[in-house]
């Protein structure tokens, strides 16, 4: 009986249940008595949206530039890469009175992080400024190895000064001797640009986007692990359904015709954000009729576009500003879906963090972008 009772606790501890509730609906707070955007025609909908439609789809978002933190007067410029890429499924579960609901597969959802050329130095203080000896003191703290103390440390980059502008030659090779990743200071969570979307992948949700609202609610179905409600929240926020219907409302439009997209709708093509508020506009004018991937469709060029985005969360302030979209769109003329997106844009990006542990903390980031995106049909529905 108690070598039983032993196989039933270790099958318990090795298959735990799901920690997942399908049950628990989070809602985005939106109301339905004040719209936020223009009623979409239902039967416009329905054509578009069917039930039981699913279509793949893929992004890859590559970032390069400057990373720059200033903490305390000691600044870190590291040359960094990100490559994020983001798979999913989604399908068309029900849709009645204004309210379609989506359940969408997170197929993949990962970030590579390549560095070079890390580099320290002083931020623009003088060396009477007393700042500049705080993080000294720090950058010698944090690195907990037998180094000079933070005053004779102070006195040889001031000294070196004269030679060395800004003391990047000596602030960098301290940090090598001391062993202290430049990175560190570029690599912290407030100062993420663009989120890491791993914790997403293989998780299942299901949203509720509403005529006239856009997604109202949403739940985890499925999933490795039980993502937070916040993160859950925040996910729905940059979910963007009806990308394809947005980018061209009117698929009438003549060769030629140009016309204006708000960001926030057309956004999903080039990054998957960290939710919040985004402004702006892309302009899109239908070039020509074109085969890809074995079927007529539109091609439309980005002409240009600028969009701000902007989240403040308990920890960090976050500010970016996309600049320069240029690029192709194939938008298919039977399937109502962007086949492929690609382009390139400049980001200038500026995080904040708003702990007081931290206070004195900026992070700036001025990358070059390039995305491409590429959805495919799975299945037509009704």
Known sequence: MRYLLCFLITV????????????????????KSSPKRAKIDTRELLQRYP?????????????????????????????????????????????????????IEVLEA??????????????????????????????LDVTRTALPPADVAYKLVVTYGKVDPRYERALTRLAEV????????TQIDEAQLVEDPAQYSGCTFEVVWSNGLGVTRVRQTDGPVTVKLDDIRRWAEAADPLLDYYVMENVDRPVGDSWDVDAKDAGGMMVHQQGGQSDGSLKLKYLR??????????????QRGELTMSLDQNAKRYDARVRGIQGRVFYGKSDYLVLQANGTCDIQA???????????????????????????????GQ
Not at 110 to 126: C, M
């Open 350 to 380: 500026n995080v904040r963090s708003k702990n007081h542990l931290l206070f004195g903390t900026k992070w700036q980031r001025d990358v070059k972008t390039d995305f491409r995106y590429e959805a495919k049909l799975l299945g037509k």
């Open 12 to 31: 318990a501890v090795a298959c735990p249940s799901s920690a997942v509730d399908p049950s628990e609906w989070l809602s985005l707070g939106a109301d």
């Open 289 to 302: 009729d074109e085969t890809y991937d074995g079927q007529t469709c539109r091609q439309l060029a980005i």
């Open 51 to 103: 039930v039981g439609k699913s279509w793949a789809a893929s992004k890859v978002l590559r970032i390069r530039g400057l990373a720059v933190n200033e903490n305390w007067g000691i600044e870190g410029r590291t040359n960094v890469v990100y490559t994020n890429r983001y798979s999913s499924k989604t399908r068309v579960v029900s849709s009645e009175f204004g309210d379609v609901t989506f359940e």
């Open 110 to 139: 990962s970030q590579q992080r390549i560095t070079s050329e890390k580099r320290l130095r002083v931020a623009d203080f003088s060396e009477a400024s007393p700042i500049l000896k705080i993080g000294l003191e720090q950058l």
């Open 178 to 185: 001391s062993g202290f990743d430049v990175e560190r200071l």
